[in-house]
């Protein structure tokens, strides 16, 4: 689609009634407002970006989309790795300017509007010395992680975010307000902790946070490469008998260069525990002696931190701006073999294009708390699963897209044989329809979101996603 049509600006009738602000190519703002992380998709041009204020703008908005028969793109957090924020010539829903937050000390209710980033987040609730329960890199959309899952430090101790969600008001497809919960359209509650992407246009969330923090204690147990495979073997033994408190996540990757670790190492395989306890603190140093025993670590950089801290770790490692390709999926346990597969694909990872880290494979634990909920009381899958595995790369020229491209696939072809088929959506790109079905774990649970889709999104405008397809869907664009 051009960004002119018939001569004119793109969508040149959109309602002057919308209040936000509405840029199109040439516009300023509009570079602005396209940025997303992921530079693989920079030379896509949306044909119109709106920029909503509040939850009547996004009904302005979906009325129009309809009244075109055009889809409707979304950007949250704008972290999604496939780029579905931003598609060439799209109609793009802007939420990120949406950034209220409310957070009731009394009950540790946060009511979080879906333009809010993790960071934001999680800042707004330690004020009270809470902790929502979601991801792990700081400028991550809420939006987009909570309607697929949400998986991070906390998980082992208090689920999923979707596990934690309480409500979620939402925009319809065909332009309603409503408030899905346990006692209000319990169906689409049901679907959208887990399929959310496809059924509706959350607005804001309401979600339970739990006390951590301020203090926690946090950092990386650097091994040598050749501690990796000793120590994953043992990890599954050991995850099942830490606190649920003590989250470990391990990483193989070329050493990027860290605060702290010798410059030698920077480009040489190395094996990383990202250790976060959040435990009492009188018991840390003894927790967290027991994970760096299960090897002999090259450098112990775990200590008292901030809980701010802690969930920031992982920042440095995936910054926005660089080319990114992503895959990932559910691991019953970790054996040697698994361990050995990805020890080789990283000491065979290309070379890094810049002084940034290039290609990791880390494996979220999951596990402990995240079991506790009945896998069938949302759309979201989790049963068997102890990790999720995702192998990242990250590269700057163009020139070295099929080079990495290849690398990243490489490491899913070669842990495809030991993953579950039911995974988590957000964290991979898409791996097409049956993929998307295996996700979500049964043929009841798929055959649920499908039916779902046809009642809240029969025409498929929310097609700029992992896309559940209905068969009647007519939407263009
Ligand atoms: C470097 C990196 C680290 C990550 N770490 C974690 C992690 O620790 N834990 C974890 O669980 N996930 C993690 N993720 C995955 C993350 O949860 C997803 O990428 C998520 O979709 C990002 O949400 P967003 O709002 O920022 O993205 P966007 O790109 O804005 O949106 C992603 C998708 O969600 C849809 N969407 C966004 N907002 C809404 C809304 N309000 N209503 C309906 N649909 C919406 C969009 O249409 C799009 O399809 C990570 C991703 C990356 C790239």
Redesign the pocket.
């Known amino acids: 689609m051009s960004d002119h049509v018939n001569g004119g600006p793109a969508f040149a009738d959109f309602p002057s009634s919308f209040k936000g602000a509405v840029v199109r190519p040439g516009d300023e703002g509009y570079a602005e407002a396209r940025k997303?992380?992921n530079a693989r998709h920079d030379h896509l041009h949306p044909a119109i970006i709106v920029r909503c204020t509040d939850a009547d703008d996004v009904v302005t908005a979906v009325k129009y989309a309809n009244e075109q028969n055009i889809a409707i793109?979304?950007?949250?957090?704008?972290?999604?790795?496939d780029g579905?924020?931003m598609p060439d010539g799209a109609f793009v829903v802007d939420?990120s300017l949406m950034k209220g937050i409310a957070v009731d000390p009394d009950t540790g209710v946060a009511r979080v509007e879906?333009g809010c980033l993790l960071g934001e987040m999680d800042a707004a609730t330690q004020e009270h010395g809470l902790v929502v329960p979601s991801?792990?890199?700081s400028e991550?959309?809420?939006?987009?992680?909570i309607?697929?899952?949400?998986?991070?430090y906390n998980t082992r101790r208090h689920g999923m975010t979707v596990d934690n969600l309480i409500a979620v008001d939402v925009v319809t497809a065909d332009g309603r307000k409503l408030r899905a919960s346990a006692e209000e359209n319990a169906d689409l509650f049901w679907g959208l902790r887990g399929a959310?992407?496809n059924l509706?246009?959350?607005?804001s969330f309401e979600v339970q946070a739990h006390p951590i923090g301020p203090e926690v204690t946090s950092g990386l147990i650097i091994y040598p490469i050749d501690a990796a495979v000793p120590i994953l073997s043992q990890i599954d033994d050991f995850m099942a008998s830490t606190r649920r408190e003590m989250t470990v996540y391990p990483v193989v990757l070329p050493a990027p260069p860290l605060p702290g670790l010798p410059e030698q190492l920077v480009g040489v395989p190395i094996f990383v525990l990202i250790v976060v306890y959040t435990g009492p603190l009188d018991t840390a140093e003894e927790e967290v002696a027991k994970v760096a025993a299960l090897g002999q670590p090259m450098a112990n950089m775990v200590r008292p931190s901030t809980w701010m801290e802690a969930n920031s770790i992982?920042d440095v490692l995936?910054p926005p701006g660089r080319r990114?390709h992503?895959r990932g999926g559910y691991l019953g346990g970790i054996t040697a073999e698994i361990a050995q597969i990805v020890v080789d694909h990283v000491s065979n990872a290309p070379a890094p294009t810049g002084p940034g880290p290039s290609c990791a494979v880390a494996f979220?634990a999951m596990g402990g708390a995240a079991d506790d909920f009945d896998e069938d009381a949302t759309a979201f899958s989790r049963v068997g699963a102890k990790w999720l595995w995702e192998v990242?790369g990250q590269w700057d020229p163009p020139e070295s897209d099929a080079e990495y491209d290849g690398w990243v696939d490489g490491v899913m072809d070669a842990l495809k044989p030991h993953s579950l088929r039911n995974g988590y959506v957000?964290?991979s790109t898409d791996q097409g329809p049956d993929w998307l079905e295996g996700l979500y774990g049964s043929a009841e649970k798929w055959n649920r979101i499908l039916e779902l889709k046809a009642e809240w999104d029969p025409e498929n405008r929310?097609r700029?996603?992992k896309n559940v397809k209905v068969a009647k869907a007519t939407a263009t664009a």
Do not use: D
Not at 140 to 145: A, D, E, Q, S
């Open positions: 997303i992380p793109a979304l950007r949250g957090g704008g972290h999604g790795i579905f924020a939420l879906a991801g792990t890199v991550t959309g809420v939006g987009g992680l309607l697929g899952g949400g998986l991070g959310g992407h509706a246009i959350a607005t992982l995936a990114q992503s979220p990242l957000n964290l929310l700029h996603n």
